[in-house]
């Protein structure tokens, strides 16, 4: 690539919390990408053993700009990190250094940190401001944006937590460079997933550019950034807080059986992203079992996924009892009914419940 | 007391956040006080075990002719257990039984039950409707009002938190006659608090009528919980989240130097609302020393609280240094610098900085 791509901006409308994505290159270390943040005495980075060698310098060299003091918490990489032990050593670092309300804390990393930090700053003194600076693929379309934030139960993914929206995400492309290519692939299921339940054009998009994006293009890369961001956005300021409406649920999409794969083998073993690849098939198949699409189109979807690199088959150390077992401590079922997030036709998705046998099937 | 006083309702107004406070006698046990709240297929209680053996029949009862099942956690009683060990025991036994997002929580108990239901209810799914069921005074004055939620860390006092508003607060005065003489006093030290920062017509009246409320007087009590809870509701729904307006900061009078007795004795030595009443007198003595009132005024204040069965004179095993300390950690606190909440005349409250000789001196 001879020319970087230009600065894109997608702004999620939320009233008095509205924010800003920017996405581009170079952003990260860039001190003018932070100037219109709150004034504090303090910033806090909060990031992972494998990225603060790759970034948190350069991330505090920016920030000392605009903020006296700049500290680091530096938490171990991984799902099965994302507890309350973990939690509580940003809650240590922010009491121990005297850090006030006004404190801003930035998430520099990928979905367990953006997690964690935005789960930290909902909940440090009922409530501080955090910026996302995700550097994964998957937490740049998805985990950063729309202010889900979490920590895991032994019981169930994700189910202590708070919808609390950040000041800024701050995308830089640039980091995706660095991202081992099993991240890489885990971040393109998110991609794929946009496209089959918001935007069909967007998924014959990704057919056409596949195998640019697995090369790294940045150009590919920026666009499909932008536009999933543009479809979260448009999703996330409809049904900020996953309401009865059920528009933000079909973000889920994948999701359900997704989990419980991730519950099942234990978390961290699949990614994230590798997860919600295999439980796409499953919805997919199950969709096609309830009369919604036909074949040809689970066809799609599973061979686009095999493409990015992703499992279309789930563990076979789960049974269906254990898929059932976990599927029904997901928050969107409801006394004690699962409810699928499922396709009713390309680039569309809907909530509903499903027959036991129908599910099953689609276990395969 | 031939007459029961009449029920009342006040209303704390914060937009589509909106809820009352229904004020009377055997409230609790009438499942008609429930009707009008969320269905559910489960009501969580969640209470202690000094009030479990009291009210939770009761109340089980009354939730069982809107709710198909009725669970109830009991915690240990005390500040010293309002840690995340305890506050995962909610989340434990949601898991456990399958609690779904729509799952009602009612915290029945005083505000240590109050603050950790309403924080486990705020991040449980990321947020389910909650009650609060206050059966203490200081509760039903204070913590149950305005929707802080919060556990404690070891460095401080309510450092991990939300606001998260109830739908409904359930002011049973009868519960009162179970409550012990020390912790009825501690109630009305935010009782008095609200006459002195809010209200100098109520605080003379509490003047006229304090050996009324010493003796249990139910109609003496009702109307003191009910203006109480009428000035914070004003003072909640113009600022509900302590901004920078510094409103509802002045609800914290008493509270800083309060915070720092509880801190350096160790939380649960002395009750909330015995600290808070010594915090009074010395943040009256501060203002005094600002020149903002005379010595007639720390006098009088000083006098209702002794009455009241109040402590007036802080521990003496604390030193200056360690006031200082553990005041430098308060929440209003802003780059190192304490802020405090002074009366600048009897019934009005501002918040200001203070040099350090005169918080010293205010220390006697």
């Given at each position: 690539?001879l020319?970087?791509p230009?600065?894109?901006?997608?702004?999620?409308a939320?009233?008095?919390r509205s924010?800003d994505?920017?996405?581009?290159?170079?952003?990260?270390s860039?001190?003018?990408?932070?100037?219109g943040l709150?004034?504090?005495?303090?910033?806090?980075?909060?990031t992972?053993a494998?990225?603060?060698?790759?970034?948190?310098?350069?991330?505090?060299?920016?920030l000392?700009?605009?903020?006296?003091?700049?500290?680091?918490?530096?938490?171990?990489?991984?799902e099965?990190y994302?507890?309350?032990?973990?939690?509580?050593l940003?809650?240590?670092?922010l009491?121990?250094?005297?850090?006030?309300?006004?404190?801003v804390?930035?998430?520099?990393?990928?979905?367990?940190?953006?997690?964690?930090?935005g789960?930290?700053?909902?909940?440090?003194?009922?409530?501080?401001p955090?910026?996302?600076?995700?550097?994964?693929?998957?937490s740049?379309?998805?985990?950063?944006?729309?202010?889900?934030?979490?920590?895991?139960?032994?019981?169930?993914?994700?189910?202590?937590?708070?919808?609390?929206?950040?000041?800024?995400?701050?995308?830089?492309?640039?980091?995706?460079?660095t991202?081992?290519?099993?991240e890489l692939?885990?971040?393109?299921?998110?991609?794929?997933?946009?496209?089959?339940?918001?935007d069909?054009a967007?998924?014959?998009?990704?057919?056409?550019?596949?195998?640019?994006?697995?090369?790294g293009?940045?150009?590919?890369?920026?666009?499909?950034?932008?536009?999933?961001?543009?479809?979260k956005?448009r999703?996330v300021?409809?049904?900020?807080?996953?309401?009865?409406?059920?528009?933000?649920?079909?973000?889920?999409?994948g999701?359900?059986?997704?989990?419980?794969?991730?519950?099942?083998?234990?978390?961290?073993?699949?990614?994230?992203g590798?997860?919600?690849?295999?439980?796409?098939?499953?919805?997919a198949?199950?969709?096609?079992?309830?009369g919604?699409?036909d074949?040809?189109?689970?066809e799609?979807?599973?061979?686009?996924?095999?493409?990015?690199?992703?499992?279309?088959?789930?563990?076979?150390?789960i049974?269906?009892?254990?898929?059932i077992?976990?599927?029904?401590?997901?928050?969107?079922a409801?006394?004690?009914?699962i409810k699928?997030?499922?396709?009713?036709k390309?680039?569309?998705?809907?909530v509903?419940?499903?027959?036991?046998?129908?599910?099953?099937?689609?276990?395969?």
């Amino acid at each position: 690539m001879l020319s970087k791509p230009a600065l894109s901006r997608v702004c999620i409308a939320l009233a008095e919390r509205s924010y800003d994505i920017v996405i581009g290159m170079d952003l990260l270390s860039d001190s003018a990408t932070y100037a219109g943040l709150p004034k504090a005495e303090t910033a806090m980075i909060v990031t992972n053993a494998t990225i603060a060698p790759l970034y948190a310098k350069h991330l505090e060299n920016a920030l000392k700009t605009h903020y006296p003091r700049v500290l680091q918490v530096i938490l171990p990489d991984g799902e099965a990190y994302k507890d309350w032990k973990n939690l509580n050593l940003i809650f240590d670092a922010l009491l121990e250094n005297g850090c006030d309300r006004k404190t801003v804390l930035f998430a520099l990393g990928g979905g367990v940190v953006g997690d964690m930090t935005g789960f930290a700053a909902a909940t440090y003194m009922r409530g501080v401001p955090f910026v996302q600076v995700p550097t994964t693929l998957l937490s740049q379309v998805d985990s950063s944006v729309g202010g889900k934030t979490a920590i895991n139960h032994p019981i169930g993914k994700n189910m202590i937590g708070a919808f609390y929206q950040p000041s800024l995400v701050v995308t830089d492309i640039s980091t995706l460079s660095t991202l081992p290519a099993r991240e890489l692939s885990a971040g393109l299921a998110e991609v794929i997933k946009h496209g089959i339940m918001a935007d069909w054009a967007y998924f014959e998009w990704l057919e056409a550019n596949m195998d640019k994006l697995l090369q790294g293009d940045v150009a590919a890369m920026a666009y499909a950034v932008r536009v999933s961001c543009e479809i979260k956005a448009r999703v996330v300021s409809l049904d900020e807080r996953e309401g009865s409406s059920g528009i933000r649920a079909t973000l889920n999409f994948g999701h359900t059986f997704g989990h419980a794969i991730e519950a099942g083998l234990g978390f961290g073993v699949w990614l994230h992203g590798e997860a919600v690849a295999c439980g796409m098939v499953m919805a997919a198949r199950l969709s096609q079992g309830l009369g919604l699409v036909d074949a040809a189109f689970v066809e799609r979807v599973t061979k686009l996924l095999i493409r990015a690199g992703l499992p279309v088959a789930g563990p076979e150390s789960i049974t269906p009892d254990e898929y059932i077992h976990h599927m029904s401590v997901d928050k969107k079922a409801e006394g004690g009914q699962i409810k699928f997030v499922v396709i009713d036709k390309p680039g569309h998705a809907k909530v509903q419940a499903a027959p036991n046998d129908l599910v099953i099937a689609a276990l395969k």
